[in-house]
C-alpha cells in the first residue's frame, strides 16, 4: 500500500535535521593551540503550537488517555495536547523505532536466523521457532502486526546484535533532539532496572519520521491480515494486527496499539480524510481505540472548516 500525505508523497520533508556541532575557535590563535568550544545547537521543533495558542482545545468527552498529543501532519500544527511531554512506559508502541532502524540498516529480502532468545520471548509473538531462517519482511509484518516480541528480538539480533540494536534507537532518538525518550530494549516491554520511557510528543514526532523517511513502515502497519506459506526455512504465518482502528475509523492506514502494566493502553493512529493526515497518540489509556477517535474526530472536525 502507498500512502500520500498531503497530496504527494508524505512528504515534503515535515522535520528539519537537528544542526550539528558549531566549532568556535577563538580569533588570533593558531589553530593547534587554540581553545576550542563545541555546542549542539538544538533541533529545530518537531510541531508547531501556533495554531493551539489561538484555539484552544475544550475538554473532550469521553476520554481517559493521561498523556496525548493530535498533530495535523500536513502543516505539522498541534490541534490537541494533554501532559504530552511527560514521560510514561510507551509499551509497545516502542516498535514503531525498532521498524526505523530496521528499515535503515537492513533489507526486507534479507533471511535472519531465529535464536533460542528470540524463540522463548513472552508473549505477544508471531510464533517464531529457534533455528527458523525468516526474512525480514515476515518479522516485520510479525512485529508490527501481531506485535511479536519474539520478531522484534530477531530482528534487533540479526542486524545489528541486541545491544548494538538498542544502541542505534537511542542513537536515533538523539539524532532527533527527542529530550524524553529513552529505551532499553526493541519490544516495549517494561523494564525495571533499566529506564524505558517515551512521551506522546516523542511518539509523534518518531511515527512522523517513519512516515517521511521509512514510508515502506506504512505496508507493515495498513494490513488487516496477510499469510505467509511455509517454506523448507520457516513455517506458515498469518500475523493479525491488532489495531482495531482500521476496522473501525474510516480513513486509518497504521501505526502501533501497545499494552503493559506499567504503560496501560497504549495508541500511536494515524488517519486520513480528504487529503488531511492526522497523527494521535494516546498513551495511559483505559480506552486507547476509544481515546484515539475522539481525538480524531476532533481534529478533523477542525481541519475541515
Known amino acids: 500500500m502507498v500512502v500520500a500525505v498531503g ?11 537537528p544542526s550539528g556541532p558549531i566549532i568556535t575557535v577563538a580569533e588570533n590563535t593558531p589553530v593547534a593551540a587554540a581553545r576550542i568550544v563545541a555546542t549542539i545547537s ?13 484555539n484552544p482545545a475544550p475538554a473532550l468527552e469521553n476520554f481517559t488517555a493521561k498523556s496525548a498529543i493530535l498533530v495535523d501532519l500536513s502543516t505539522k500544527a498541534v490541534l490537541y495536547a494533554r501532559n504530552e511531554h511527560e514521560q510514561r512506559a510507551p509499551a509497545s508502541t516502542t516498535k514503531i523505532l525498532t521498524a526505523i532502524v530496521a528499515l535503515e540498516n537492513g533489507d526486507p529480502s534479507q533471511k535472519v536466523v531465529v535464536s533460542a532468545r528470540a524463540a522463548s520471548a513472552e508473549p505477544n509473538v508471531m510464533g517464531l ?20 516480541n519474539d520478531a522484534a528480538i530477531a530482528v534487533a539480533e540479526g542486524l545489528l546484535g541486541y545491544d548494538e540494536f538498542v544502541q542505534a534507537m537511542n542513537a536515533k532518538v538523539l ?7 529513552k ?3 526493541p519490544t516495549g516491554y517494561d523494564e525495571d532496572t533499566l529506564p524505558h520511557y ?9 511515527a512522523k519520521y517513519a512516515l517521511e523517511r521509512t514510508p515502506d513502515i506504512v505496508n507493515y502497519v495498513s494490513e488487516k491480515r496477510i ?31 501497545g499494552w503493559t502494566p506499567d504503560a496501560e493502553f497504549c495508541l500511536v493512529a494515524v488517519a486520513e480524510r480528504d487529503g488531511r493526515h ?9 480506552q486507547h481505540f476509544t481515546d484515539a477517535a475522539v481525538l480524531l474526530d476532533y481534529g478533523f472536525a477542525q481541519v475541515g472548516s
Request: aromatic share 10%.
Open 7 to 17: 497530496g504527494a508523497v508524505l512528504l515534503t520533508r515535515l522535520t528539519p535535521e
Open 42 to 54: 538544538p533541533p529545530e521543533p518537531h510541531f508547531s503550537y501556533a495554531w493551539l495558542e489561538e
Open 129 to 148: 521457532k529457534a533455528g527458523e531462517v525468516v526474512p525480514l519482511n515476515i518479522l516485520l509484518y510479525g512485529m508490527m502486526l501481531d506485535s511479536g
Open 175 to 181: 539524532e532527533l533532539g527527542l529530550q524524553n525518550t
Open 183 to 185: 529505551l532499553s530494549n
Open 198 to 206: 517515551s512521551s506522546a510528543h516523542d511518539l509523534a514526532a518518531l
Open 227 to 257: 499469510e505467509f506459506t511455509a517454506t523448507d526455512e520457516h513455517g506458515w504465518y498469518g500475523p493479525w494486527n491488532l489495531n482495531s482502528l482500521l476496522w473501525t475509523y474510516a480513513g486509518t492506514y497504521g501505526l502501533k496499539p
Open 278 to 286: 492526522l497523527l494521535a497518540v494516546v498513551l495511559g489509556s483505559s
